[in-house]
């Protein structure tokens, strides 16, 4: 495995809190900002297959993960975490980076989503244009999934930038009769724009993962 030098203690020392966002109707609240370590973190897993920073720098999304699911609970469904599935993960990484983030959050997760089709790249695409090129991408799974009875979505993603692909996974599920009462990411992208903004902060939090 590469050696790039990543590590959580780096991710939580220079994170910062983004400013909240409102998508598909809901309020995002994700973890960091996505910029330096937190971006190689994440860059790292999906182009070069450097997976150990993770599971621990996910550690840094279990406070937000924690208080959506407190919130979702709190109306008196049972909150279920399904995560928007990797495009080409499974099948090309072997691994998701998404649930690996998760897993260091302590969170469990639900796979619902599916993809129904397949999709251009988003990278330098716009935000009409990557409208565009998810809209109708996401199925249901109908087999090896609980019941949307009575349940309610927290819809988490690993990076948010224009909020289209976070849209197109509420579309899917609520068109197949479930309740989206939430979501999250691990890191969003600042906004362009003045219409949301906010003066995002460092952490403050620390991490001791292994070897450093």
Sequence with gaps: ????????????????????RVVAGRELRAAAVYEGAVRRV???AK?????APLAPAGRLWAPVLAA????????GTVPL???????????????????????GAGCAV?????WSRSTADQIGLGRAQRARNLD????????????????????VDDVVTTGATLRAGVAA????????GGITAFACAEPRGSDESATPRHTGMTFDPPGH
């Excluded at 109708?136 to 819809?155: C, D, K, Q, Y």
């Design 136 to 155: 109708g991408a996401f199925g249901v799974r109908r087999r090896g999934v609980p019941s949307p009875e009575g349940r309610s979505v927290i819809l």
């Design 42 to 44: 994440v860059l790292e």
């Design 68 to 75: 959506t699911v407190r919130r979702v609970a709190a109306s």
């Design 173 to 180: 599920l609520e068109r197949h009769g479930w309740t989206v």
């Design 1 to 20: 495995m590469p050696d790039t030098g990543l590590c959580a203690a780096c991710v939580a020392t220079t994170a910062r809190l983004p400013a909240a």
């Design 110 to 114: 639900t796979p619902v989503l599916r």
């Design 47 to 51: 182009t070069r297959g450097v997976t």
């Design 81 to 103: 975490v399904v995560a928007i599935p990797e495009r080409r993960g499974l099948g090309s990484r072997g691994f998701s980076v998404p649930e690996l983030l998760l897993r």
